[in-house]
């Protein structure tokens, strides 16, 4: 359970919906890995303070999957692929190549919703991502840790979704033992909830208390 005030969760264009649900958009993210067996840092892009969505914060390169791409997993990796190289400047050749890591639902709570398909993909050697300065302004490699951390100081903004991943990937040694974690196994969506109350709302996931 995270606990966050109201004009937080609108700050970053998440605006609280009390009424009908909004139909998600089908969406794709690229959590890029370096440090192969040895290390584990993930690429994370900041989105440009000026956007009204998510405006400056730190997140994993993605976003909608066109509606002429379809909805199935091979539009989804397309997708994945075109955001990581236009706002990272990364180009990747396989789509299959991409290991399928999660599915975050936005909550029904939320106006602004995303199904959004997360996937790992190690970096090419050598590789300098780069932002493209209208979408993103900034990329850097982060271990999870030392992201969370610079969250915790102020120094980075990271939204509920990038938080839960880091947290989640700072459990692995190495881009290799995530990967090799990662494949093959059963991906279920994960829905959140926003329970408000007063001036405060409270984000819980599946199985925490207040979920259901």
Known sequence: ?????????????????????????????????????????????????????MGGAWVFP????????????????????????????????DPAGLVAFSRWITPKEVRVRFDTWFYLAPAPDGV?????GEETVDARWYAPAEALTAHERGEILLVFPTIKHLEQLGRFPSADALL????????????PRVLVSGETARIVLPGEPGYD
Do not use: W
Request: hydrophobic share 40%; aromatic share 2%.
């Open 180 to 191: 090799a974690h990662a494949r093959g196994r059963d991906v279920r969506p994960v829905e």
């Open 62 to 93: 993605g976003g909608a999957v066109d509606a002429s791409e379809g909805r199935d997993d091979a539009a989804h990796r397309v997708a994945a692929l075109r955001e990581l190289r236009e706002e990272a400047s990364v180009a990747l050749d």
């Open 128 to 132: 300098e991502p780069a932002p493209d």
């Open 1 to 53: 359970m995270t606990e966050v005030g109201r004009e937080d969760l609108e700050a970053s264009g998440e605006q609280y919906n009390p009424g009908e649900p909004t139909a998600p958009r089908q969406a794709a993210c690229v959590i890029l890995l370096r440090g192969g067996a040895d290390a584990l840092e993930v690429l994370l892009v900041k989105r440009n303070p000026a956007a009204r969505f």
